[in-house]
C-alpha cells in the first residue's frame, strides 16, 4: 500500500514539472519562428558559422512564407513575391545571379493602356508619356521628404501642377490619376494612400537595375539556392525545421525563453529570433509575449501600415491576346465609365479595381491580374465563377469588341489576408509612423535583452528594415542581421 502511494505521488510529481504527458521539452541554443525568407536567412548564417544548435518552429506545412511558388496551369505561378526588385548589390540578385536563374526584363506601361470604345480617354497621351510621367511622381525623393504629408496628398498636388503645365483634358487626366494610384498601391502594398505617409515612403531605396527581375523556374529557386542545393552542400534547413507548431505564447525569464506551441508542445532556447509578418505582430504581439512588449515597440508595430495585395491567375484554353501587347493590359477608367460599368455589372462592379493583366513566364495561356486594399478583401471572399464573370465583364468591357475569347478554363488566386500566418502582404510607412520621433522599424528590430548586453528575444522580417522594407531582399537582410548579432554576442563573452 505504502509502495503504491509513493507511485503515486512520483507520478504526480513527474505531471507537475513535466505537464501533462502530449507535451514535448526540447531545448536549442537558437529557435527562429518562422520559416519564410528571413528566417531561413537566419538559419542558414548560424549553421555556415558552426552554430547548428537550432531549430525552426513554422506555423505551416511549407518553406518560404510569402514567397509562394505553385502548379498551375502549364507552369509555375507566384502567390507571393514575383520579381527580384532591382540588381545593383542586391543581395538576392547577387546571390541567385550566378546560377543563371533570371530573365532580365523592363516593366514598360508604354502603349499597354486600353480604353472602352466610347470613353473619352486620350489614348495616345496616356500611352506616350502621360502615365509614365505621373507614376514618375511618386518617386521624387526630395519632394516626398519636403511634403511631410499622406501620398494622396501628395500626388493630387503634383499631378494638378503636371496636367496644368501640360493642358491635359479632365478626362484623360482622371484616367491616369486613377491608374498611378492603383499601380502604386500595388508597390508600396495598400489602397489608402491617405494613410501612407509620404516622408516614411521616401526611405525606401530602389535599387538599380531592373525592377522586374523574374525567375525562370520560380522564386522558390531561391530557397533551394539558400540552403546550398546548388553547391552540392546543402544545409540542413528541412531537417531543423519542425512544421505546423504555431508558437502562441513566448515566456522569457532571465536567459531562458519557453515557448508554446498551439499543439501543447514546449520548447526551450537561450536566443529566439521571431520573424512572423507585422500582420501577425499586429495581430497577437500584446497577448504573444511574457512579460509583455515595451510600450515603444508596441507602438511601432501599431504605427506601422500592413494591407493588402492579392493576384488572380485565369486560365484560358488557348492564348487569345495579341502579340502587340508585350507584357500586359492596362485598364483605364474615367468617373463615368466607372459608374456606366457598374451599372451594367452584374457581379457589383469591382472589376474596375482590376488594375490589368499581365503575362506569365512559361505560360501561355494564363493572365495575372491585381487587386488591392478593400478590392483584395473582398476578393478573398467570392467565389471562383463570381471571380470568373468579374473578370469576363472586364475583358469584354474594354477589348470584347476586338477579340475574340472563350469562357476561362481554370482560375486561382491568393488569399494573403485570410491566411493566419500571414495576416496581409507587406509592410509600408504611415502618416502615423513619420509623426513619431523614432523610425518604427529600427524599434522593432532592437533585441530585448537580459542584463543589456544578452540578446534573448530578436527581431527579423521584411517590416524590421528600414530602406528595404517590403521585399525579400529586405527580409533576407534582416535575418542575417539577427544571426550575426547572436554570433557577436558570443564572440565577445
Ligand atoms: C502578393 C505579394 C507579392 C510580393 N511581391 C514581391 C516581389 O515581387 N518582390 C519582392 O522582393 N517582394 C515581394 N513581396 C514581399 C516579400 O514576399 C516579403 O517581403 C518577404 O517574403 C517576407 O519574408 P519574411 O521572412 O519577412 O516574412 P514571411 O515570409 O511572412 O515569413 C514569416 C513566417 O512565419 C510563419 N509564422 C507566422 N506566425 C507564426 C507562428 N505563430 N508560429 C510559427 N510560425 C509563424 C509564417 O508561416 C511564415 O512562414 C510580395 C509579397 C506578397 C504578399
Known amino acids: 500500500m505504502k509502495q503504491i502511494l509513493l507511485y503515486f505521488l512520483f507520478m504526480f510529481f513527474v505531471f507537475i514539472t513535466h505537464g501533462n504527458s502530449d507535451s514535448t521539452r526540447e531545448k536549442y541554443k537558437v529557435i527562429i519562428i518562422g520559416a519564410g525568407i528571413s528566417g531561413i536567412g537566419a538559419a542558414t548564417h548560424l549553421l555556415k558559422n558552426n552554430f547548428s544548435d537550432i531549430a525552426i518552429l513554422e506555423a505551416s506545412n511549407r518553406l518560404g512564407g510569402r514567397v509562394y511558388t505553385a502548379p498551375f496551369g502549364d507552369f509555375l505561378i507566384e502567390y507571393g513575391a514575383q520579381w527580384v526588385h532591382g540588381q ?33 480617354v486620350n489614348l495616345s497621351v496616356v500611352n506616350n508619356w502621360l502615365f509614365d510621367e505621373a507614376l514618375g511622381l511618386f518617386y521624387n525623393t526630395d519632394d516626398l521628404i519636403s511634403c511631410n504629408c499622406s501620398m494622396e496628398d501628395y500626388f493630387d498636388n503634383k499631378f494638378e501642377e503636371l496636367i496644368k503645365k501640360k493642358n491635359v483634358d479632365e478626362y484623360t487626366a482622371q484616367a491616369v490619376a486613377d491608374h498611378a494610384k492603383k499601380s502604386q498601391g500595388v508597390h508600396d502594398g495598400t489602397d489608402n494612400l491617405e494613410e501612407e505617409g509620404s516622408w516614411g515612403n521616401s526611405q525606401f531605396i530602389i535599387i538599380n537595375g531592373s525592377f522586374t527581375v523574374a525567375w525562370k523556374t520560380g522564386y522558390h529557386s531561391f530557397i533551394d539556392i ?52 507585422l500582420g501577425v505582430l499586429k495581430f497577437s504581439a500584446k497577448t504573444m509575449f511574457n512579460p509583455p512588449l515595451p510600450g515603444n515597440k508596441l507602438i511601432a508595430i501599431e504605427s506601422l501600415g500592413f494591407d493588402i495585395v492579392d493576384k488572380i491567375f485565369i486560365q484560358f484554353e488557348t492564348r487569345w491576346w495579341p502579340m502587340n501587347f508585350e507584357y500586359m493590359i492596362n485598364f483605364l477608367w474615367t468617373n463615368e465609365d466607372k459608374q456606366r460599368f457598374k451599372n451594367e455589372s452584374k457581379y457589383g462592379g469591382w472589376g474596375t479595381e482590376i488594375i490589368g493583366f499581365h503575362f506569365v513566364e512559361n505560360q501561355p495561356r494564363i493572365l495575372e491580374g491585381w487587386v488591392i486594399g478593400e ?33 476561362p478554363i ?84
Open 88 to 120: 545593383d548589390s542586391n543581395v538576392v540578385y547577387e546571390i541567385a545571379q550566378p546560377h543563371n536563374f533570371f530573365y532580365v526584363q523592363a516593366l514598360d506601361f508604354k502603349n499597354s493602356f486600353v480604353k472602352h470604345s466610347d470613353s473619352k
Open 226 to 277: 539558400l540552403m546550398g542545393k546548388y553547391e552540392g552542400k546543402e544545409l540542413p534547413i528541412i531537417q531543423k525545421t519542425k512544421f505546423n507548431k504555431v508558437v502562441q505564447t513566448i515566456n522569457w525569464k532571465g536567459n531562458e525563453v519557453e515557448l508554446i506551441c498551439e499543439d501543447g508542445t514546449h520548447y526551450f532556447a537561450d536566443h529566439i529570433i521571431v520573424t512572423v509578418s
Open 375 to 407: 478590392t483584395a478583401y473582398l476578393l478573398e471572399t467570392l467565389s471562383d465563377d463570381e471571380i470568373i464573370g468579374a473578370v469576363m465583364e472586364v475583358l469584354n468591357w474594354f477589348v470584347g469588341n476586338e477579340y475574340t475569347f472563350s469562357q
Open 410 to 493: 481554370n482560375i486561382t488566386r491568393s488569399a494573403w489576408a485570410s491566411n493566419p500566418f500571414v495576416r496581409g502582404s507587406y509592410s509600408f510607412r504611415t502618416v502615423k509612423s513619420d509623426r513619431l520621433e523614432f523610425t518604427s522599424a529600427d524599434i522593432i528590430a532592437e533585441p530585448l535583452s537580459f542584463n543589456q548586453t544578452n540578446p534573448v528575444i530578436l527581431f527579423a522580417g521584411e517590416a524590421s528594415h528600414n530602406k528595404y522594407f517590403s521585399t525579400v531582399h529586405g527580409a533576407l537582410e534582416t535575418g542575417w542581421r539577427e544571426a550575426k548579432r547572436i554570433l557577436n554576442f558570443y564572440l565577445h563573452l
